[in-house]
T-cell receptor, first 114, second 115 residues
């Protein structure tokens, strides 16, 4: 059974629209993250949450908003989508006692903005 | 500027060969170093990490990595590769201390194993 679920696997959106990327982890971890990977940039950290609280935000744009409704959920809402937002978005999680360096990644959501 | 550098974008070897994938870093303080593997179309999988102690760390599937403070390096090695090792390998750094859990990744090295 998959331990980190990301939905949907593929997503196509039009410029200016809004989408929510879903992430659920069943590893019992208390820290969750979002990363972005595109052809233009290497794997890039976006956010980290611990116990449902924001720890670090490296995303300059307020169009990207993480949402944590449950301790094992960290969804990513993206508003006013742009073609440059096209990328694969990975959710990840870890335990605090691994000092966050051992992170488990989901399969990703591939977003294409037309 | 703090950086993680993987100098080889693509490495090709034959099955049974040994391989070394290079990672160099530039960080001022204490750090955690790790390696991840990404098979095509999948998410990243953790291979191994280093923080202190024995500079040679063992990971899954026969991989090991060696830390060198003098060279600012953390190279990944495998003595005998299998075709299933074909993937992209990422070196990552996390600064120790505090609540900052951000991993900074290198650009990745694509390993192709020919049979």
């Amino acid at each position: 059974d998959p331990k980190i679920i990301q939905k949907p696997k593929y997503l196509v959106a039009v410029t200016g629209s809004e989408k929510i990327l879903i992430c659920e982890q069943y590893l019992g971890h208390n820290a969750m993250y979002w990363y972005r990977q595109s052809a233009k940039k290497p794997l890039e950290f976006m956010f980290s949450y611990s116990y449902q609280k924001l720890m670090d935000n490296q995303t300059a744009s307020s169009r990207f908003q993480p949402q944590s409704s449950k301790k094992n959920h960290l969804d990513l809402q993206i508003t006013a989508l742009k073609p440059d937002d096209s990328a694969t978005y990975f959710c990840a999680s870890s335990r605090r006692d691994s000092n966050y360096a051992e992170q488990f990644f989901g399969p990703g959501t591939r977003l294409t903005v037309l | 500027t703090q950086t993680v550098s993987q100098s080889d974008a693509h490495v090709t070897v034959f099955e049974g060969d040994s391989v070394e994938l290079r990672c160099n870093y530039s960080y001022g303080g204490s750090i955690y170093l790790s390696w991840y593997i990404q098979h095509h179309g999948h998410g990243l999988q953790f291979l191994l990490k280093y923080y202190s102690g024995n500079p040679v760390v063992q990971g899954v599937n026969g991989f090991e990595a060696e830390f060198s403070k003098s060279d600012s390096s953390f190279h990944l090695r495998k003595a005998s590769v299998h075709w299933s090792d074909s993937a992209v390998y990422f070196c990552a750094v996390r600064e120790s201390g505090g609540s900052n859990a951000k991993l900074t990744f290198g650009k990745g090295t694509k390993l192709s194993v020919k049979s």
